[in-house]
């Protein structure tokens, strides 16, 4: 052992240094997909479902791989690569969606608030005052 862990044992132990980092984009991510959960779910409800048909499909593989080999090249081209076409476009379709219904729960979220946006300004609202506070003037 050296003098460092002698004295850290003899008396209280060493803090850690002060000054990490808080990461706050970091936190908001998560909160915001701990939040909102469908941000990742829906995509991967829809990935799940797409490999399933493919995993269906591929009982029928070879059958298909012998009738798209007697096809001209383009056409092979093409038959080979629209279902991949399609899977991408239900992701896609799907991540689309998911931001769209995202933003509008902001939109309603801020409305419910009482933020206000028009042109680059915002105006939040200023609080009314609590009717308590009337009571203890004299």
């Known amino acids: 052992m050296n003098d460092l862990s002698n004295a850290a044992i003899g008396?209280?132990?060493?803090a850690p240094a002060a000054g990490g980092r808080t990461r706050p984009m970091y936190w908001s991510?998560?909160?915001e997909l701990w939040e909102n959960r469908s941000i990742s779910l829906a995509p991967i409800v829809v990935a799940a479902f797409v490999l399933s048909g493919v995993l269906i499909s591929m009982?029928?593989?070879p059958r298909r791989i012998a009738a798209i080999l007697?096809?001209?090249?383009?056409k092979q081209?093409?038959?080979l690569t629209m279902p991949y076409s399609a899977l991408a476009c239900a992701l896609i379709v799907t991540g689309f969606l998911v931001g769209t219904f995202y933003c509008l729960d902001a939109l309603q979220v801020s409305?419910?608030?009482?933020?206000?946006?028009?042109g680059n300004r915002c105006r939040y609202p200023i609080s009314r005052p609590c009717s308590r506070r009337r009571a203890f003037r004299s």
């Open 59 to 61: 009982i029928t593989l």
């Open 77 to 79: 081209s093409e038959a």
């Open 11 to 14: 008396s209280r132990a060493i």
């Open 29 to 31: 991510v998560r909160r």
């Open 111 to 118: 409305a419910a608030i009482g933020v206000s946006c028009s």
């Open 70 to 74: 007697a096809l001209d090249p383009v």
